[in-house]
């Protein structure tokens, strides 16, 4: 690996003589593989994964090695939100997460959040009833981080494409903040050759001050009390321990201590001592160079810790509209399609599409909306509105709010499965009925075809489809 001449010498006055040895050695080793299930809809549609290439990562419960690198794009689970791949440093946000999140409900912002690593980890382990905006300041990367998310399958989401300084008005808005900032990702070379080329000693300079500028923005948005999770993937101290105590000192914030085991080879801070600063480093734990530490907001005694709405003047009952009440028969004929049987959601149409969103946070989406914030998806998109008619969304499919029973269900082979995610025409079975039906691979939920008897239109989003032609010949999959 050809490493910038100033990242060796830095490093190595960082690490000591043995220790970059070690490290540089590990980064000519192979990148380990590594997924995190999604065990909500394993659970729900009791799938059978190959266990034998599963290897379990000791700080999560849901990530796994493999031993092999499954052909991701060609694995039907894949694209069906059974899991994610992530690598597995950062799946150590479970640790803090469980250790000082408490128990109850709370509203989270991750703030950089593409393409969707430690959104979905996070979402599967906030509190029930809570409510998780993920943001992402590139427009393509917010699509993608998007798309993840709809996969992933978990209704109490806001997606929005915004800088962190949007955010800054929503004074004490945010009971805890993920900012995995933007860095030099010194800890991705071995992953991504692009972080070579692109690392200079000025890159470092801007990347740590643009951290504080994220920082600074979003604290005031941060609840007295609140958790702040700073993370890079990077290895230098600028960015990491040096922005800590940069924000404890600025903020008389505090680093909160989090529980390891030994065996797990984490290195605790290179700078003061006095921080609780958590590093992966590749030639001690098996996954990519991660840094995190866990920061509290102070809380004064008379300090208010609930953001507060604004007022709305004049509110009078509005008459509704025509498009609104076709908008809302269209509801309630497609809230079968749903589980709400606790009437825990309501509906939003936006831009055409009807989205199931709890009903507990419609103010946050009402405010978001009505300051023009960029909103990418919300809760749960059930169907598409054309005229009086409505489609099944493919989000819907993947859902958790699923009802699967409302619709008639085809199991299909590999074959079809990857045919459908070309977005090709799929044959149904003779006895069909005519409508939705909904195609299972192995058991788990893929998508929509609208039957027409013998013939089937695929509605498989054209944007997700697998573009290529090509068929791996050793195929690995889930
Ligand atoms: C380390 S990546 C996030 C990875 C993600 N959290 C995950 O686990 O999959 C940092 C993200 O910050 C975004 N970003 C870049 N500049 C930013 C800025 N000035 N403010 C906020 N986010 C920024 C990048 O586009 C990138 O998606």
Redesign the pocket.
């Known amino acids: 690996m050809n490493l910038p001449p100033q990242f060796i010498t830095q490093t190595q006055s960082l690490l000591g003589d043995v220790e970059w040895q070690k490290l540089s050695e590990a980064l000519e080793e192979p990148q380990p593989i590594s997924i995190r299930l999604n065990q909500n809809k394993i659970d729900k549609y009791g799938i059978c994964l190959s266990q034998d290439i599963f290897e379990s990562i000791p700080w999560c419960e849901s990530g796994f090695y493999l031993s092999a690198r499954p052909t991701f794009t060609y694995d039907p689970l894949f694209h069906s939100g059974a899991y994610y791949v ?1 690598e597995a440093s ?1 799946m150590f946000i479970e640790q803090i997460v469980k250790q000082h999140l408490p128990h109850k409900n709370i509203v989270a912002l ?10 979905t980890l996070l979402r599967s382990l906030l509190p029930s009833n809570s409510l998780l905006i993920a943001n ?3 427009r393509k ?1 917010a699509q993608i981080l998007s798309e993840n998310l709809l996969k992933w399958g978990h209704p109490d989401v806001i997606v929005t494409n915004n ?2 300084e949007d955010f800054s008005e929503y004074t004490n808005m945010f009971d805890l903040i ?1 900012a ?4 030099s990702g010194e800890g991705m070379f071995r992953k991504d050759e692009g972080a070579i080329a692109e690392w200079s000693v000025e890159n470092v300079d801007v990347c740590w001050k ?1 951290q504080r ?2 920082i600074s923005s979003i604290w005031h948005s941060l609840k007295p009390g609140g958790l702040l999770i700073y993370s ?2 990077t290895y230098n101290t600028k960015e990491n321990e040096e922005n800590v105590a940069w924000i404890l000192d600025t903020y008389g914030a505090q680093s909160l201590p989090v529980q390891i085991e030994d065996s797990w080879n984490i290195t605790r801070s290179l700078y003061s001592k006095t921080l609780n600063t958590y590093r992966f480093m590749p030639h001690k734990t098996k996954g990519e160079g991660f840094f995190v530490s866990i920061i509290q907001k102070p809380l004064e005694e008379d300090d208010v810790v609930e953001f507060r709405f604004p007022k709305e003047k004049g509110k009078n009952k509005k008459r509704i509209t025509a498009q609104e009440a076709i908008n809302n028969k269209i509801f309630e004929e497609s809230i079968n399609w749903i589980n709400n049987s606790n009437e825990v959601y309501d509906s939003v149409v936006y831009n055409d599409t009807l989205f199931a969103f709890p009903k507990l946070y419609m103010p946050y989406l009402q405010l978001y909306q009505k300051e023009k914030m960029c909103i990418v998806h919300a809760g749960t998109p059930i169907a598409y509105i054309k005229g009086k008619a409505c489609i099944p969304h493919h989000a819907l499919a993947l859902s958790n709010l699923l009802q699967i029973n409302t619709f008639e269900k085809v199991e299909i082979s590999y074959e079809q499965a990857i045919a459908y995610l070309r977005k090709e025409a799929i044959t149904l079975p003779a006895m069909t009925s005519k409508g939705f039906v909904i195609l299972t691979y192995k058991n788990m939920p893929l998508g929509f075809v609208k039957s027409l008897g013998n013939r089937s239109n695929n509605l498989y989003p054209t944007e997700w489809r697998i573009r290529s032609g090509y068929m791996p010949q050793h195929l690995l999959t889930l």
């Open positions: 992530q950062s991750d703030l950089c959040a593409a393409p969707g690593g430690k959104t992402e300041i590139v990367r800088s962190s993920v995995d900032v933007p860095c643009r500028d994220i890079t993937c």
